[in-house]
């Protein structure tokens, strides 16, 4: 654990004080690095958003609806694990880049960034929600139907409480995930700075440019604000955990 991630991690945070806390926060604030932190994670919270409800609604499509070809479907989901990000990203930029045959032009737009880190994050929350719902007792379900309770009534008594904290563990990966995501973005987006740049790119061109120091910084940032996020949905599991 320590050679693999916290003395990398911690190397990171140490690089990005070489210059002291001036220099530091003059990395992360200058226009064109503020900016690209500013899209990544207001985009990585839709995408967790969006995740967080699309993906529940999918893990219920696969456990309790006879969906034909859910076999097929069940196989898709895990795609994005499979496939190199690079390799999503040129699929979805000759699907909605200028040349799109469906007519939805998403290439250099932030819109298209969003897509690729949806692409990317799909299998979190399916993937955390489906194994508890699969698992959950049908027959509390059955008894509270006997007893007259709806289905709404059902859904936000009894199946809920118990499948939130798997809701709070993939909604917090898929979080994860859209912040440091590089692949599947760099190519849709045009890497466009104050306009489609997201964090990780402008890491890149950071190092290319060889100032570390100021891409340590904006690592730093991202890696802060990830584990504020990790934190806080692990508080909420963990609650909701003690509720259920």
Request: aromatic share 6%.
């Amino acid at each position: 654990m320590s050679i693999i991630v916290l003395i990398p991690l911690s190397a990171v945070v140490w690089t990005s004080m070489e210059d002291g806390l001036g220099g530091f926060w003059h990395a992360v604030t200058r226009p064109e690095a503020w900016s690209s932190l500013k899209l990544t994670i207001v985009a990585s919270l839709l995408v967790a958003f969006i995740n967080l409800i699309m993906g529940t609604a999918t893990a219920w499509l696969l456990v309790r609806d006879k969906l034909p070809g859910r076999a097929v479907l069940d196989t898709l989901i895990d795609l994005p694990f499979a496939l190199p990000t690079i390799v999503a990203g040129l699929a979805l930029l000759s699907i909605y880049g200028t040349n799109s045959p469906v007519g939805l032009n998403l290439a250099y737009a932030r819109s298209g960034v969003v897509v690729a880190l949806l692409f990317v994050t799909l299998p979190f929350v399916v993937r955390t929600v489906q194994p508890v719902l699969l698992e959950l007792d049908r027959e509390m379900e059955e008894a509270a139907a006997s007893l007259g309770a709806s289905p709404t009534k059902i859904f936000l008594r009894i199946i809920l409480p118990n499948i939130v904290p798997a809701m709070a563990a993939g909604t917090a990966l898929a979080f994860a995930r859209a912040m440091s995501e590089f692949g599947s973005t760099v190519l849709i987006s045009g890497n466009l700075p104050f306009k489609t740049q997201v964090a990780s790119v402008h890491i890149f061109n950071q190092l290319e440019s060889d100032n570390v120091t100021g891409a340590a910084a904006v690592a730093t940032v991202l890696l802060l604000v990830s584990l504020a996020v990790l934190l806080g949905l692990d508080l909420l599991q963990r609650w909701a955990a003690r509720r259920g």
